[in-house]
């Protein structure tokens, strides 16, 4: 009965609260008592329809989640693991238990105390979701021991899992859950409302406007010194740009981006903050290898030799990015190969022709007009992609849809070329999924297929000896760059846009990249 009451009292302030500030989305700057500023605003890329980060696929609903939860373990700023809600950890020999030990001090924005209960319900929900489950494969579930201590097991050893764990592993609270949808709501609606251990608590949404928080005082960490949190939904890179040039948002999300035209103009002003982190994305041209002639290596290497790769780059990223060089994987990626047998394309547009001829289409013929299914963000891309490609015959087109609807009709299969950036992990077998068949329709995007490569890389995630592995990563890397399933357009190390006396602090492999808790005006 009193945790009954004590949902419906909560139920009730979330209620009251959207009430009084659902209309204006109000984002103004606040100030504490000693007039230092306590609030911040951030642009946001697109609506939010859940704050659970395990049931999207979108990058706004993922990073918000690292504002109202948290993960059972962490990464560090050299993207390590480390304890969080967990306190430490064990692995038995056999590397099949993981045996956790959690924090005695970890509230919910409700006021319940963290068990090893809620951590099994979370468990159950990362291998559930169409999201996650293919990363959670290698579980076979989770036991509570006591209140304070968990089992995980795995089905077979995979050295990524405590990665795995820190992007995805967000606890949920389990008697908070079942009363909320004993009380007649559905899993949907409690997404919007969930009762998380993070740095803010949720208060208010108005579609396509704005999203609150508010500072979690129970917070295990200690309060957040900045009080306020709001997020600005702006869909428009160049709308972003101004606003930020304007003062009306203090941080450019790590997820979204403003005209690479716009950064030069953005550096030279005294009242921003433009700095270069060391937090790698890479961008890729999609093919859907279901589609002929694409599902011809040939075709596909032809496309990417056929690319002018410092022309891309220079029009596209104003210069600032570098040739990808391992297909995803970052600098600081587990996994990262510098091996001889690794495949870089340059641009060389004779040898481009000479393998399409080799496929069968010489100077082009026979390929039907491609579409591109791209976001206006993505047009200036595309448009050089399409000046390269016409040069082999080929003709592009292009289909703009908004962001959100373009990685649905990607993930669904429905396109034949997109753009895609992805931010950089923090071990290659979390990659597993982009070329797993389960995966189709989810991250593995471009519809590739090779049992082969799927069996090679199921190995080296059970291998334990770091040596062992990064030979098997460097045989791995070097079959999925021959065999060219996207193309690797160029690796950027992501931009930090923010208002001057903000300190933001540093990166991470997680879906918000940066730690608001860690944030304060100085």
Request: aromatic share 10%; net charge negative; proline share 3%.
């Amino acid at each position: 009965m009193r945790k009954m009451k004590r949902f419906f009292a909560m139920l009730l302030c979330m209620c009251t609260l959207a009430t009084v500030t659902a209309c204006g989305g109000n984002n103004a700057t606040q100030t504490n008592e000693s007039g230092k500023k306590d609030s911040i605003t951030v642009s946001l890329g697109g609506n939010v329809t859940t704050l659970d980060p395990v049931s999207s696929n979108l990058a706004v609903n993922q990073m918000l989640g690292n504002v109202c939860m948290s993960t059972l373990v962490d990464f560090d700023e050299n993207w390590n693991v480390v304890p969080n809600l967990a306190e430490s950890w064990t692995i038995s020999d056999d590397a099949l238990t993981y045996t956790f030990k959690l924090r005695d001090d970890i509230k919910f924005h409700s006021g319940d105390t963290m068990t090893a209960e809620d951590v099994v319900f979370s468990v159950n929900r990362c291998m559930e979701s169409s999201f996650t489950q293919t990363d959670w494969q290698y579980c076979d579930g989770a036991e509570a021991l006591n209140d304070s201590e968990v089992n995980i097991y795995l089905n077979t050893p995979y050295t990524a899992f405590l990665a795995i764990m820190a992007k995805t592993l967000f606890i949920h609270n389990q008697s908070y859950y079942e009363e909320y949808l004993a009380a007649g709501h559905t899993d949907e609606e409690y997404q919007m409302n969930i009762d998380g251990t993070g740095p803010y608590k949720f208060v208010s949404y108005e579609d396509g406007v704005s999203i609150e928080f508010e500072a979690f005082s129970d917070f295990y960490k200690g309060e957040p010194a900045i009080k306020h949190w709001y997020g600005k939904i702006i869909t428009d890179d160049n709308a972003r740009a101004m606003a930020i040039e304007a003062g009306d948002i203090d941080l450019i999300e790590p997820h979204t981006t403003v005209p690479s035209s716009n950064m030069e103009l953005l550096k030279s002003l005294d009242n921003i903050i433009v700095e270069k982190t060391d937090f790698e994305k890479v961008g890729s041209i999609v093919i859907n290898n279901e589609i002929e002639p694409f599902n011809n290596k040939l075709v596909r290497k032809a496309l990417a030799y056929a690319m002018d790769y410092d022309w891309l780059i220079e029009v596209t990223a104003n210069g600032d990015a570098s040739p990808a060089e391992c297909a995803y994987l970052g600098h600081k990626t587990v996994g990262f190969s510098t091996a001889d047998t690794i495949t870089h394309y340059t641009y060389d547009p004779e040898k481009a022709k000479d393998l399409l001829a080799e496929a069968g289409y010489p100077n082009g013929e026979g390929i039907p007009t491609v579409v591109a299914t791209i976001a206006e963000n993505r047009k200036s891309i595309m448009e050089v992609v399409q000046a390269c490609w016409a040069e082999l015959g080929i003709n592009v087109e292009f289909n703009i849809m908004e962001s959100g609807v373009v990685l649905s009709e990607v993930r669904g299969g429905n396109f034949t070329v997109g753009v895609v950036f992805n931010n950089c992990m923090a071990d290659a077998s979390m990659y597993n999924t982009y070329y797993t068949e389960e995966s189709i329709g989810a991250s593995n995007m471009a519809r590739y297929i090779n049992q082969d490569l799927i069996n090679k890389m199921t190995v080296a995630a059970a291998e334990l000896e770091p040596e062992v592995r990064q030979t098997e990563f460097d045989e791995i890397w070097s079959i999925i760059t021959d065999e060219v399933p996207v193309i690797w357009i160029y690796s950027q190390a992501a931009d930090m846009i923010y208002a001057k006396g903000l300190h933001v602090g540093g990166t991470y492999p997680t879906q918000s990249v940066v730690r608001y808790e860690d944030m304060y005006w100085e």
